[in-house]
């Protein structure tokens, strides 16, 4: 359906958090804690109620009579609430124990612990004399490992999440005479994690002699502190309930996730400054509670949380970013579109008394001292997510290849194929938060705003059309990646400094209307807008008017204001990424290409009758000069050259006549502008020699295309490099073989590339084109981080 001279209409995003609510959650009802543990706690060296804190600035920005903050930046020595639990349930254990007699060998407590839990334990163990082994996952900062060690603790580093974390604690916990310590339960070890829940009770049980809440707002992670809240607020015997809000990260809702699914489910987490609330799984024994007891849920990003804890600094409170985000999650609930439903389901009225649980004090964890340092200096994407997206924009085109067997894609730039790819890109561009633009060359930019929109953005791209017989890779990752490092910032709700843009270059094949590079020469103005629009396809039909036909013939102006960078991700399409048995190649440069179309005008003649000394055969003036090539190339005299006669037809084509005339088209390559012009020079030599050596011989020549070998800037390339060294990825630097957009962008602004290896030797431009999910998920967060320090950039 042809959508005259306008940019597709898409609705903009709303931007809600993630929330849930329960209604009824208020009169639910469980068996409350044991009463012994305050008791229990009351008898520890060194026990002292924590503060709760009256912020009434806190309580006018939000709309309530009170607020409170329950402060935990100091509990039994520690700088955050966890040893209430770890305490209380080594107490037990230990007391079953020696009432199985067995208390007089010393024993191992282990745990796994993204910080505060696993210095409990190792606190506790050494203060009880007993050995303690902790296991640490990766993101946890190197100043927490070391308190952990300085209790005397065997410590242990998983290369892997905090799940990996557990289940290597959960093994060395097969050993004898060990008791494994942790918050997190599973089916089958259960009692252990549930002693530590009741520990946690002491902290309401001090709330209740402190105030009465409205609303008690509790960080989760795998959900024992709310489960304990939950146990605690919901088994009383009368008075009003009050209602329950739990906040955890973006990173990491595994339960805003559980919660909408109605079951626990585990969700792959990124990376966040709420270490301690980077977990994928909730605790199946916390899960009824927390199914049953919460009012409603609600997810933060790290920008959220970095700033409720600077805000919460300014009004003398220290918290660490897993304490700050019940302030953060309180603020997300109640400002925004919805927010008078949230406070509605939240039951908060002007008089209402609110409890945030700060559960951890600055000291908790180190990574975050201040704004400046919540920004990271890496991200990783999304993988399955942006796998899920290529193959989403494959079935836009596809085709059953006969050739192959396979499923192919056939997006040719401008047909309707084309238009839809663009339309559902730009959907996901939109979803995803973006300003999207289209210019009067079809090449659409999708904006991210900076926090200095007046700085001249970093540009990522590449392309969506396609040759007719493509896969799912070529162009499709770089626009595709560009939107993954986009949804993935929004994750962590980074700002960065420079705005970021994700674009899609028009007639990047030039298979429809000859010239490639197109929408991206005229952007860089090395072509003009009138050229590309006269341009025409086969049928007849002029660019122009396609672009008119699709809709995309767009109102921005075609000249691209200079980016501060740009950076593509795009498929090898050849074999080198492989030879060396890496994903990811630093591209240096595009060599010059030269592509000429040479004409041979002999004489026709009999076979048979026709002397050889009198022959003008134009069929072996094409040999002479395909042999002549190649003998250029094996001479060594023009570097590394390549050439290619790919096309060669003689005429009249027949058996017994002497060709009266040869086309052929000659392909010549190399990174050296001047070993090209050189090659190209004697070839004319040759071609002039050819003409002279038999009367009746003309040889005329057509430029088809020409490209100057492009090199790509030095700092964009080594950002690209340490991007890869920090996410442990091993590289090669390489040429590129083919033309990209970013040769053309490459005259307005430091560009380089990024190459991601493809199977079957690299094979692309066919159906059997190829790239493995780990491999393009690798070279997209080498892009992501390096888009990241180029925005940040001043
Ligand atoms: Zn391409």
Redesign the pocket.
């Known amino acids: 359906m042809p959508h005259a001279g306008c940019v597709p209409e898409i609705a903009p995003p709303v931007r809600m958090p993630p929330w849930f609510a329960r209604p009824g959650a208020r009169s639910w009802t469980c068996a409350p804690a044991p009463a012994e543990v305050r008791e229990f706690h009351a008898s520890l060296p060194g026990y002292a109620p924590t503060p709760l804190i009256e912020l009434p600035r806190l309580a006018a920005e939000l709309g309530v009579g009170r607020v409170f903050v329950k402060d935990e930046s100091s509990r039994l020595g520690l700088p955050a609430f966890k040893a209430l639990g770890a305490s209380w349930a080594v107490h037990r254990a230990l007391a079953e124990r020696a009432g199985h007699g067995g208390a007089a060998d010393p024993v191992t407590l282990v745990a796994a612990t993204d910080g505060n839990h696993g210095r409990a334990v190792a606190q506790l163990a050494r203060l009880l004399g007993q050995r303690a082994r902790v296991f640490v996952p990766r993101g946890v900062h190197p100043e927490a490992v070391a308190a952990i060690a300085a209790e005397q603790a065997e410590v242990t580093r998983v290369a892997g999440s905090y799940d990996d974390a557990v289940r290597e604690a959960a093994e060395a916990a097969a050993a004898p005479d060990t008791i494994l310590v942790q918050d997190m339960a599973w089916p089958g070890y259960e009692r252990i994690p549930g002693w530590i829940v009741e520990g946690y009770s002491t902290l309401c049980a001090e709330i209740d002699e402190q105030v009465t809440p409205d609303l008690i707002v509790v960080p989760v992670g795998v959900g024992s502190l709310a489960q304990a809240v939950v146990t605690h607020y919901r088994s009383r015997p009368a008075g009003p309930a009050p209602a329950l809000l739990s906040v955890e990260s973006t990173a990491a809702p595994c339960v805003i996730e559980s919660l909408m699914a109605g079951e626990p489910v585990s969700v792959a987490t990124g990376e966040t400054i709420m270490a301690g609330l980077n977990c994928g799984t909730p605790s199946s024994i916390a899960w009824p509670y927390l199914r049953g007891g919460l009012d409603a849920a609600v997810a933060v990003t790290d920008a959220d949380s970095a700033r409720a804890a600077d805000d919460l600094a300014a009004l003398g409170v220290s918290a660490g970013p897993c304490g700050a985000a019940s302030l953060a999650g309180i603020r997300a609930a109640l400002t925004g579109d919805g927010a008078d439903e949230r406070r509605a389901a939240l039951g908060l009225g002007p008089a209402s008394t609110v409890v945030l649980l700060s559960t951890e004090g600055r000291a908790a964890n180190p990574t975050t001292p201040g704004r400046a340092s919540s920004m990271p200096d890496k991200i990783t994407v999304n993988g399955g997510r942006l796998w899920r997206s290529l193959m989403d924009l494959a079935e836009v085109g596809a085709y059953d290849d006969e050739r192959t067997g396979l499923r192919g894609v056939n997006r040719l730039a401008l047909t309707d194929a084309d238009a839809e790819g663009r339309r559902l890109v730009i959907k996901w561009m939109e979803q995803a938060g973006l300003a999207v633009r289209v210019d009067r060359m079809g090449n659409i930019y999708g904006r991210r705003e900076g926090s200095d929109p007046a700085a001249a953005p970093v540009l990522t791209g590449?392309?969506l059309d396609s040759v007719a017989t493509a896969g799912a890779f070529?162009?499709c990752l770089?626009v595709l990646g560009g939107l993954e490092v986009v949804r993935t910032l929004n994750e962590h709700g980074i700002t960065t400094r420079r705005p970021i843009e994700v674009c899609v270059f028009t007639e990047?094949?030039g298979v429809r209307f000859g010239t490639d590079m197109l929408g991206s020469a005229v952007a860089a103005g090395r072509l003009t807008l009138e050229y590309a629009h006269a341009l025409t396809d086969r049928g007849g039909l002029t660019l122009g008017g396609e672009l008119t036909r699709t809709g995309f013939d767009g109102p921005a102006d075609v000249r691209l204001e200079p980016p501060h960078a740009y950076v593509e991700c795009?498929?090898e399409?050849g074999p080198v990424l492989a030879e060396h048995g890496v994903e990811v190649g630093v591209v240096t440069g595009v060599q010059g290409i030269s592509w000429q179309e040479i004409t041979i005008h002999g004489r026709a003649a009999h076979a048979g009758t026709t002397p050889t000394h009198l022959r003008a055969d134009a069929g072996l003036a094409a040999a002479q000069i395909i042999v002549r090539l190649r003998a250029m190339v094996d001479s060594g005299n023009y570097g590394g050259l390549r050439a290619t006669v790919g096309h060669l037809a003689v005429h009249p084509n027949l058996t017994n006549i002497v060709p009266a005339r040869a086309t052929l088209t000659v392909d010549l390559r190399n990174p050296d502008d001047t070993q090209i012009a050189q090659a190209e020079e004697d070839l004319a030599a040759f071609l002039r020699s050819l003409e002279n050596s038999r009367p009746g011989l003309t040889l005329t020549t057509r430029r088809m295309a020409r490209t100057a070998y492009v090199s790509f800037d030095e700092d964009v390339r080594k950002a690209i490099a340490q991007a890869a060294d920090d996410h442990g990825l091993e590289h090669v630097s390489l040429l590129s073989g083919?033309g990209?957009?970013a040769q053309e962008i490459a005259v307005l602004c430091p560009t380089a590339m990024i190459f991601v290896r493809g199977e079957y030797d690299g094979i692309?431009h066919n159906p059997r084109e190829y790239s493995t999910p780990e491999a393009c998920a690798h070279g997209v967060d080498v892009l992501a981080t390096t888009l990241l320090r180029l925005a940040n950039q001043d």
């Open positions: 590449s392309h070529d162009g770089g990047e094949e795009h498929i399409q083919a990209h957009d692309s």
